[in-house]
């Protein structure tokens, strides 16, 4: 089962994950550049 995942959506994109339920998660270098970067996707225009 995927714990990240982003998709199109018409003219909209979408980034989930179901990472981070824990504050402690975000302490880790990894957990932090998947954010990014998903957020950097899904914020772009086009």
Known sequence: ???VWKRLHGKSRL???TLGHRAKGF???EMATIMRRGMNWAAREG
Do not use: G, I, R, T
């Open 1 to 3: 089962m995927p714990v």
């Open 15 to 17: 980034f989930h994950s």
């Open 27 to 29: 302490e880790h270098p």
